[in-house]
């Protein structure tokens, strides 16, 4: 296969930015949809791993936490005391 792109990182730290505002809009619009479908324990694991793998390869800068501060937070301690 071809080498990746020079760009490649940040090309994807801008996806992984992009991902997690869907996140922010999911909980801060959304969440009654996934109250009411009793899926908000998916969405929260489905958060968890994008936070998880985005800490461990710093792909997304902390200031796009601010949306979701108090879970991110939450998030990354759990990640650090692994």
């Known amino acids: 296969g071809k ?3 020079k ?3 940040e090309v994807a730290n801008k996806i992984f930015a992009r991902i ?3 996140y922010a809009i999911m909980y801060h619009c ?3 949809v996934f109250q009411s479908q009793d899926a ?3 969405l929260n694991t489905s958060l968890k791993h994008l936070i998880f793998f985005s800490t461990c390869h710093g792909m997304i800068d ?3 936490y601010k949306a979701l501060a108090e879970p991110v937070d939450r998030l ?3 990640y650090e005391s692994m």
């Open 62 to 64: 902390e200031k796009e």
């Open 76 to 78: 990354i301690s759990q």
């Open 7 to 9: 760009n490649f990182h």
């Open 40 to 42: 908000v324990s998916h």
């Open 20 to 22: 997690f505002r869907v």
């Open 30 to 32: 959304h969440f009654e």
């Open 3 to 5: 080498p990746f792109g």
